[in-house]
């Protein structure tokens, strides 16, 4: 029913600052509980960030606490994912999905649509 597409990925070097974007399309965005996951080469997807549909409430992984941060504009049909510090070890393919619910999961399984994803790489 939404159709998700992500942008902002590149190459940064560590330290650096990046912000995703994910702009959402053909559904009500803000019945969406959204998120952010990520893909480094080689493992599993797993969690970074989330942020309830009324927006009051985040969560996030350990490994990004304090880094960075999620965001949602309602009006704009978009969530961000402000990425801080970054550390070679967020090298990844960042992900954003959403899932028809007032609450949050960290499973991938929870979440109904995805984006296809944009390349975050971080250098040393």
């Known amino acids: 029913q939404v159709q998700l597409v992500e942008s902002g990925g590149g190459l940064v070097q560590a330290g650096g600052s990046l912000r995703l974007s994910c702009a959402a399309s053909g559904g009500t965005f803000s019945g969406y509980s959204m998120a952010w996951f990520r893909q480094p080469p080689g493992k599993e997807r797993e969690f970074v960030a989330g942020?309830?549909?009324?927006?009051?409430?985040?969560d996030y992984a350990e490994s990004v606490q304090g880094r960075f941060t999620i965001d949602r504009d309602n009006a704009k049909n978009t969530v961000y994912l402000h990425l801080n510090n970054l550390k070679p070890g967020d090298t990844a393919v960042y992900y954003c999905?959403?899932?028809?619910?007032?609450?949050?999961?960290?499973?991938?399984?929870?979440?109904?649509?995805w984006g296809q994803g944009t390349q975050v790489t971080v250098s040393s």
């Open positions: 942020i309830r549909r009324s927006g009051a409430a985040t």
């Open positions: 999905a959403a899932r028809m619910s007032a609450f949050l999961g960290s499973a991938p399984s929870l979440y109904n649509h």
